[in-house]
RNA sequence: CGGGGCGUAGCUCAGCUUGGCUUAGAGCGCGUGGUUUGGGACCACGAGGUCGCGGGUUCGAAUCCCGCCGCCCCGACCA
């Protein structure tokens, strides 16, 4: 149906997902009205209503973990000093291609040129540098919700877009082991997320020194599988070791009063979220969101032709509406007079909402409610006295389902290859996670991106020992590291 | 940055090759009135456009020429 040439279907049109995945992500995301590319200017998008609503689900939640483990929000300059962005060598190497920078100020050249953070470890050094002095001040746990502007070449709405929301966790410690251990607990906050909230689960892991963060010791990672087998890192923690400490001086005086450079870490995740929120669960019909970040919980859809029918059925929904309310879901009483039933289906269904409930005449007089879940599934009554009580069941089903559903997916599309020659052949097809050896040698990680445009996602935490050969050259390796291409 | 596409009504586009037959059009959307309402309703009337910007050619330019700007898509980078 969706590809259906209807006129009136003119701007509420969907690819469908295996002709085309990438038009169909833009077009889910636009009939579901997440967001549209700004065009005015090149690479930004506005987040619309609805999708902001769930951004603000996912700060909420995450905010909520974050502060439970101590970390305090705090905000920082949006512009950065240039010098500051200089002074970490390898930060300043993996950036520069992609910074914006202010000149003009006031309508006077600028005496120092400011750049517009594409990320705050700088002036958060910076600042650390003041406020710590004593061992006495760490940790120091902070978190910013901001924005930040990286000039990337190509953008795509929520994936990579110029500007883009997130949150940055910075914190410092008295020792590499606490820093180590902190990197390692938001990682983990950012999978249990990832797979409780968004029903999206994750390979949290290592980066290899080649993908990890420009001037980080160590980069770890949450990587999620979209529906076309591709990759997309949906999160990052980093351990910064004494890097930033270093190039901003960020010195305290130890309890045997010894002068040492703090141990910082790093973490965020972003408004990618979304995009990978979409490509994880949706289909041809449109978004379909897990209840735990749906902004709409139950649309209700009243059936009526008389005036008389049109009063005792809106009683009823709204009756109901107030019910599922009292257990704390988001319902919206489609009451709208000026569309039919067929119409005001479809508009829920593009935008995710996962259960929808349809009350007319007939069910009055049956004493049900017609139910249909936006996973999937036919239409379904139940008793209107329990109603309530069963969509509410109903939202954790859901929930528990598309978990289920996006790991078995990644599960059956994920490999075990010792053969470069079979591993070109998996990534020229439909795709998906390799698990194959890696000797630890950059030369054949670049010789998998260079043939095959697959990277090494991440070197699994946890990762069982196993001798098997380097799927690129055959010498032994000592693990299988997952291999895939990314977004 | 390389390759491709596009800029005409709120949206999607036709018209451009062969300049005048257009007083700039269509569908959708929007407004008003009526009939409708269990999977995208229909009829009637109506509002809405300096044809991306700047030059040029011509009696005459959305259409031809030159220059500029912008956006989108496909590749190399990232959360």
Redo the contacts with the bound molecule.
């Keep these: 149906?969706a590809e259906e040439s209807?006129?009136?279907?003119?701007?509420?049109?969907i690819t469908l997902r295996a002709k085309d995945y990438?038009q169909w992500y833009?077009d889910v995301v636009r009939c579901a009205d997440l967001a549209e590319?700004?065009?005015?200017?090149?690479?930004c998008m506005v987040i619309k209503p609805h999708g902001y609503a769930i951004w603000e689900k996912i700060q909420a939640e995450l905010d909520r973990r974050f502060k439970a483990l101590g970390h305090q929000n705090a905000y920082f300059p949006l512009f950065i000093p240039e010098s500051f962005i200089r002074k970490e060598a390898e930060h300043v190497e993996?950036f520069s291609?992609?910074l914006a920078v202010v000149t003009i100020g006031g309508g006077k050249e600028l005496a120092e040129r400011l750049i517009v953070r594409p990320t705050s470890e700088t002036i958060i050094g910076h600042f650390f540098s003041k406020w710590i002095s004593s061992y006495r001040d760490l940790p120091l746990k902070i978190n910013q919700w901001a924005n930040v502007v990286?000039w990337?070449?190509?953008?795509?709405?929520f994936?990579?877009?110029t500007e883009?929301l997130?949150q940055e966790g910075h914190t410092a410690h008295a020792s590499h082991e606490e820093a180590v251990e902190e990197t390692l607990q938001m990682l983990n906050v950012y999978e249990s997320f990832a797979r409780e909230f968004m029903a999206m689960p994750v390979i949290a892991g290592r980066k290899t020194p080649s993908?990890k963060?420009a001037g980080a010791l160590t980069s770890y990672?949450i990587e999620a599988m979209m529906q076309d087998g591709r990759a997309l890192?949906?999160?990052?923690s980093h351990d910064l070791g004494q890097n930033f400490g270093k190039a901003f001086d960020v010195k305290y005086l130890s309890k045997e009063g010894k002068l040492e450079y703090v141990w910082q870490t790093s973490w965020?995740?972003?408004?990618?979220l979304i995009g990978g929120l979409v490509m994880c669960h949706s289909d041809d019909?449109g978004l379909v969101l897990p209840p735990k970040l749906a902004p709409i919980h139950v649309a209700v859809v009243p059936?009526?032709?008389s005036d008389g029918e049109r009063t005792s059925v809106l009683e009823a929904c709204n009756k109901l509406g107030g019910a599922l309310r009292n257990r704390g879901l988001s319902v919206i009483v489609d009451d709208r007079?000026e569309?039919?039933?067929?119409?005001k289906?479809?508009?829920w269904?593009?935008k995710g909402v996962p259960a929808r409930v349809?009350?007319?005449?007939?069910?009055l007089a049956k004493g049900h409610v017609?139910v249909?879940r936006r996973d999937g599934g036919d239409?379904f009554f139940v008793p209107r006295d329990g109603a309530p009580d069963r969509i509410l069941s109903l939202m954790d089903e859901i929930q528990d389902s598309l978990r289920k559903r996006a790991l078995e997916f990644r599960e059956s599309h994920t490999r075990t290859c010792d053969s470069f020659a079979e591993f070109v052949e998996i990534m020229a097809g439909p795709e998906g996670f390799v698990r194959g050896g890696w000797c630890g040698d950059a030369a054949c990680e670049a010789k998998v991106?260079e043939t095959t445009?697959a990277t090494i996602r991440c070197i699994p935490l946890n990762n069982p020992k196993e001798s098997c050969p380097c799927m690129v050259c055959g010498k032994p390796a000592e693990e299988r590291v997952i291999y895939a291409k990314?977004?």
Aim: charged letters at 35%; aromatic letters at 10%.
């Design positions: 149906m209807n006129p009136r279907e003119q701007g509420s049109k990438a833009q590319p700004a065009e005015v200017v090149r690479g993996g291609p992609e990286r990337e070449m190509r953008p795509r709405v994936l990579r877009t883009f997130w993908e963060f990672t890192q949906a999160g990052t965020g995740v972003s408004t990618r019909n059936i009526y032709k007079d569309c039919k039933p067929g119409a289906f479809f508009e269904e593009r349809e009350i007319g005449p007939k069910d017609a249909k239409r991106k445009k990314a977004y």
